[in-house]
């Protein structure tokens, strides 16, 4: 028996985002995902360059060559952000998420890195096919928080493992059965991130068409808060034949043209109306071409004298401009962290600085010395410095985090020196009993049981050692 896909795909922008970051391919032999993120720093290229290599590597293959292709698709894909990322430093933060199938007509070859979800639809059950590589996630696998919960988590957006140049960011790869009968979907976390498991189970009944418009509405009823990309399919009976189909910012962008070394963008990213003149200075010419004459030679010497000095005083501005302009700094965007270019004092009211990248962890969980370095601006004199500082940041996050939740654990527990004895009095503490259950000090700080969110070491210059009073 011969076994083929039958899928639909549907990609929007939702009801709060500008654009679309999200990417999707799909084909008779592939059905995949990308959600960008970055925002200013360009998520929609990210998606774009992942789907590019992943539908270059579409094709025939069977059993471990699906992984083996899945593995390089993401493996240039990370080169190609990492090159972009060099190139420009604005992109500094750009990544996408990967999640996806390839199928062989027998079985299916999982990708998956970051936190869009495949799942698989059988006899009224909806099961999970892909791990989210977040923080929450890891705190549902141990039970602490629940799914319902984690959807309203502060950290829901903290992403442990992504497409976004950096090569120990590898995907999960994996050969997972399908029988004849099964639906397949596969989704950005505009929907699976919005809704729980149980919400979209109920939907899942139904031709491909009524269930796609069913789950598109129960996101955007959710809110609409993110980009929504959904991917449907059913194992049928057949040939594996059928259209292939490019959605989202990867619809937008020129998958098939070379990448433009000058600006690192792709070349459709530049609009028709943006386009270049042949002689950028003929506007400039005209602008200052002289409308009189005749006019007396000492009013030319004087308007001389006064353009000088205003080119002397402009460009003494300027350089002072573009000096701030080559600073960083890290400070609150909001409630979180962000990496700032220029400076953060204003001149006459004018602000001199630029959020440049956001980072979700929030200022309020940082131990109090460090919310007061982040309100009081960190300095760094680079993009990279200002990210290592971020990621040391991060880190004493997650640390306090876990701290906060091992006290709130020990104060929940009863203790023993509380216990009455038969007489209904309290026996005194024995001095040489244990001690009583306590916030883990500065030298014993929790770490979490979970994988720390960078593996960038925390740079000893950047961020002072300090009491860790969570």
């Known amino acids: 028996m011969s076994l083929a896909l039958r899928y639909r795909a549907h990609s929007e922008i939702g009801l709060v985002r500008k654009n679309n970051q999200d990417s999707a391919y799909v084909s008779p032999t592939m059905l995949v995902v990308a959600d960008g993120m970055g925002g200013a720093a360009a998520g929609d290229l990210a998606s774009a360059v992942a789907i590019k290599e992943l539908r270059a590597v579409d094709g025939d293959h069977t059993g471990q060559e699906m992984l083996a292709a899945f593995d390089r698709a993401i493996s240039n894909a990370t080169e190609q952000v990492s090159l972009l990322v060099r190139s420009d430093p604005t992109l500094e933060g750009m990544g996408t998420t990967v999640c996806g199938v390839m199928f062989d007509g027998e079985q299916l070859g999982l990708a998956n890195i970051g936190d869009s979800r495949a799942y698989r639809f059988r006899d009224g059950a909806l099961t999970r096919l892909s791990r989210d590589h977040s923080w929450v996630q890891t705190l549902v696998d141990e039970g602490r928080i629940t799914e319902a919960e984690a959807l309203e988590h502060p950290h829901r957006s903290l992403i442990l493992r992504v497409v976004n ?36 189970e109920a939907l899942m009944t139904g031709d491909l068409e009524q269930v796609m418009q069913q789950l598109v509405q129960l996101a955007l009823n959710a809110g609409g808060l993110d980009n929504i990309t959904i991917v449907l399919a059913d194992v049928v009976e057949g040939e594996r034949t059928g259209p292939s189909e490019v959605l989202g910012s990867a619809a937008i962008i020129d998958l098939d043209g070379p990448f433009d070394t000058t600006t690192m963008r792709l070349p459709s990213l530049l609009k028709a109306d943006e386009a270049p003149s042949a002689d950028p200075l003929v506007g400039e010419r005209a602008r200052y071409s002289p409308t009189t004459s005749g006019r007396p030679l000492a009013w030319l010497k004087t308007t001389l004298v006064v353009l000088l000095a205003l080119v002397v005083a402009a460009g003494g501005g300027w350089a002072w401009y573009s000096y701030t302009q080559r600073q960083y700094y890290v400070g609150p965007d909001g409630q979180t962290l962000g990496i700032f270019r220029g400076i953060p004092e204003p001149l006459f009211n004018l602000p001199l600085n630029t959020l440049e990248v956001r980072d979700p962890t929030r200022v309020d969980d940082l131990p109090p010395y460090y919310q007061e370095q982040v309100r009081s601006y960190i300095r760094a004199s680079s993009m990279p410095a200002a990210q290592d500082v971020v990621s040391a940041l991060r880190t004493k996050a997650l640390e306090c985090i876990a701290q906060r939740e091992e006290r709130a654990r020990a104060t929940q527990a009863p203790s023993p020196s509380s216990s009455a004895t038969p007489d209904g009095t309290t026996p005194a503490s024995s001095p040489t009993g244990s001690a009583p259950a306590s916030s883990p000090s500065s030298s014993q700080a929790v770490t979490p049981s979970s994988p720390a969110p960078s593996s960038t070491p925390t740079p000893a210059a950047s961020i002072p050692p300090a009491p860790e009073d969570c």
């Open 165 to 200: 140049g950096q090569s120990q960011h590898i995907p999960d790869l994996e050969l997972a059965p399908v029988e004849l009968g099964d639906r397949l979907l596969i989704c950005s976390d505009g929907l699976c991130g919005a809704v729980t498991d149980a919400q979209i």
